[in-house]
């Protein structure tokens, strides 16, 4: 087994002139459209799948498994939560309607079954993410007390495992965000703000991302899966990959590939 783990362990005001208030008014009833507009589902795989573009967190926390590259099992894979003894009681419940749209939404390549354990912190075996709370999280190997996830990876982007540390009182949206999004799909933050709310993304990141936020995936997360899941791509395409695929966006600098 020990060999088996020999793999990647990672853990805007106006200046010048016044305004009158109705010229005031009209600026902010535009600003208020901006934020309204939807956001473009290009952009919505670059943020959640790449950690790239212009939708993705604004102090840059993008908290991807690894950056500019597809982080996911291989298709065709079975994943295991596995859940430990200290977690909150009716978690398995709530994670089990989180996994529920996996099967659909990736149009069978990927599916996830719950299942508690007697172990109060199981270790990932191959294609399993366990589930544990800790008092002090940095004790068990994250780097402060605000919990964390450990991947483990079988190659570039290539997920094998993974392990969520909660501390206490941690709600059940944050475990399903860490259990769900981040180390069963691979995804990574995108800004709540710029997609009209936390409400829009189970993976929404930003000051709001408490108050409302989305208790699993959403309409926004699922239509993003979809895409790349019904593409010919395969966890570890890099970003060049989702450009050919037309799945993204050019980026500003970003030239065209001759053809």
């Given at each position: 087994m020990a060999g088996?783990?020999?793999?990647?362990?990672?853990l805007a005001s106006g200046c010048g002139r016044g305004q009158t208030p109705t010229e005031s008014n009209g600026l902010a009833e535009t600003r208020?459209?901006?934020?309204?507009?939807?956001?473009?589902?290009?952009?919505?795989?670059?943020?959640?799948?790449l950690g790239t573009g212009p939708l993705i967190p604004r102090d840059g926390l993008t908290r991807c498994p690894t950056q500019a590259i597809w982080s996911g099992y291989p298709r065709g894979t079975a994943v295991r939560v596995r859940l430990g003894s200290r977690v909150p009681a009716g978690l398995r419940e709530t994670l089990e309607a989180a996994v529920a749209p996996l099967s659909d939404a990736t149009g069978g390549a990927l599916v996830a079954?719950?299942?508690?354990t007697a172990d109060p912190d199981p270790q990932p075996g191959v294609n399993e993410v366990t589930v544990t709370e800790a008092a002090r999280p940095r004790s068990a190997g994250c780097s402060s007390d605000?919990?964390?996830?450990?991947?483990?990876?079988?190659?570039?982007g290539?997920?094998?495992g993974a392990r969520v540390i909660g501390p206490p009182g941690r709600s059940f949206g944050e475990y399903v965000r860490d259990t769900v999004g981040h180390a069963t799909l691979g995804l990574c933050r995108i800004d709540a703000r710029l997609i009209g709310g936390p409400e829009n993304s189970l993976m929404s990141s930003g000051p709001e991302r408490d108050a409302g936020a989305a208790p699993g995936l959403t309409g926004l997360d699922l239509e993003a899966i979809?895409?790349?899941?019904?593409?010919s791509l395969n966890p570890g395409a890099p970003r060049s990959a989702f450009l050919a695929a037309r799945l993204v966006n050019l980026q500003a600098g970003q030239l065209p590939r001759p053809r």
């Open positions: 088996l783990w020999g793999v990647l362990l990672v208020r459209g901006e934020a309204r507009e939807a956001p473009r589902p290009a952009e919505v795989i670059d943020a959640l799948f079954t719950v299942e508690p605000a919990g964390c996830v450990e991947y483990r990876f079988a190659g570039r290539l997920l094998m979809r895409a790349v899941y019904a593409s």
